[in-house]
């Protein structure tokens, strides 16, 4: 059998200011979910987003050190409906205190493009294609 990925992990520190991002890009969590060390979702597709606390992380692999600022990290990227969409949806979350790393611009492979940061610094891609 080959292997499938069904699976995106995120370490985080905070839980709670990790899912407080991603509900800003139109995620939802359970009721309490903010509470819990692992807290995951089913995206179209099948494929599944998850989130584990550093703490739970450490009582598994008690050698984990979380990423620095300059480790190594993964991106997301996030489809939206129009080039108007990236502005607004960067502007939100810049508004709401996440780091913006490039402002939205028209990326010379025909999409809107713009990158922000989550909580735990990971990258997070907004795009869409241009008009024409």
Request: glycine share 12%.
């Amino acid at each position: 059998m080959t292997p499938v990925l069904n699976a995106i992990g995120l370490a985080v520190a905070d839980m709670a200011t990790s899912l407080a991002f991603y509900r800003l890009l139109g995620m939802e969590f359970a009721e309490g979910a903010e509470q819990a060390p692992h807290v995951e979702v089913t995206l179209s597709g099948g494929v599944r987003l998850m989130w584990d606390t550093h703490a739970l992380i450490k009582t598994f692999d008690s050698g984990f050190t979380p990423p620095g600022p300059d480790g190594a990290r993964i991106s997301l990227a996030f489809e939206c409906a129009g080039p108007a969409e990236v502005d607004a949806v960067y502007r939100r979350l810049v508004e709401a205190g996440h780091a913006g790393v490039m402002e939205p611009w028209d990326a010379e492979w025909g999409q809107r493009y713009a990158v922000v940061h989550d909580p735990d610094g990971n990258g997070v891609d907004l795009y869409a294609p241009l008009a024409g």
